[in-house]
T-cell receptor, first 109, second 115 residues
Framework: GQNIDQPTEMTATEGAIVQINCTYQTSGFNGLFWYQQHAGEAPTFLSYNVLDGLEEKGRFSSFLSRSKGYSYLLLKELQMKDSASYLCAVIEVDYKLSFGAGTTVTVRA | GAVVSQHPSRVICKSGTSVKIECRSLDFQATTMFWYRQFPKQSLMLMATSNEGSKATYEQGVEKDKFLINHASLTLSTLTVTSAHPEDSSFYIC???????????FGPGTRLTVL
């Protein structure tokens, strides 16, 4: 099985930066996804990393270190609408996705 | 592109009845569809993997006779919750993987409430 750990909750103020860490253990790594999920809605794609390094996409960046089994999602210039749950998910060679429990980010004015 | 729909979006049923949820890939062919369940304040848990034209593969602890999955075409998979009970109340989400791809595209989810 997989073991994916991420913090349960984080709080930050509008305009600030927040970094959500994710550690994982898996047998057949084929990439790591970050998703955003608002209450009552399906997850929406934020980023995908399969090689080591940083992927930047606007205000969101994601980093991966395969040797350390570690990733982070960086949210910059936080906005109120960024309050949501952020899910770290590992995809294996059989294309199955395993999700972490999610990190609830609360952005305060 | 890569749109996945689910129907219905919300269903309320009585205990003991069966409920069918449809998952469709609208603009691509999906060799594989996945069904997830999400309880409040918890993450998505994979229930089963559905391949077109073959039997679904269920995750450990998921009853295959209770959660019937049919993947009759490259664009449609259905999940039937048989003899539903209140503990089956959950958010059910499907995803579809296109031919030869790594990505999964998620449907909008179905909120099931069993009274």
């Amino acid at each position: 099985g997989q073991n994916i750990d991420q913090p349960t909750e984080m709080t930050a103020t509008e305009g600030a930066i927040v970094q959500i860490n994710c550690t994982y253990q898996t047998s057949g790594f084929n990439g790591l996804f970050w998703y955003q999920q608002h209450a009552g809605e399906a997850p929406t794609f934020l980023s995908y990393n399969v090689l080591d390094g940083l992927e930047e996409k606007g205000r969101f960046s994601s980093f991966l270190s395969r040797s350390k089994g570690y990733s982070y999602l960086l949210l910059k210039e936080l906005q109120m609408k960024d309050s949501a749950s952020y899910l770290c998910a590992v995809i294996e060679v059989d294309y199955k996705l395993s999700f972490g429990a999610g990190t609830t980010v609360t952005v305060r004015a | 592109g890569a749109v996945v729909s689910q129907h219905p979006s919300r269903v309320i049923c009585k205990s003991g009845t069966s409920v069918k949820i449809e998952c469709r890939s609208l603009d691509f062919q999906a060799t594989t569809m996945f069904w997830y369940r999400q309880f409040p304040k918890q993450s998505l848990m994979l229930m089963a993997t559905s391949n077109e034209g073959s039997k679904a593969t269920y995750e450990q602890g998921v009853e295959k006779d209770k959660f019937l999955i049919n993947h009759a075409s490259l664009t449609l998979s259905t999940l039937t919750v048989t003899s539903a009970h209140p503990e089956d109340s959950s958010f059910y989400i499907c995803s579809a993987r296109d031919l030869g791809g790594t990505w999964q595209y998620f449907g909008p989810g179905t909120r099931l409430t069993v009274l």
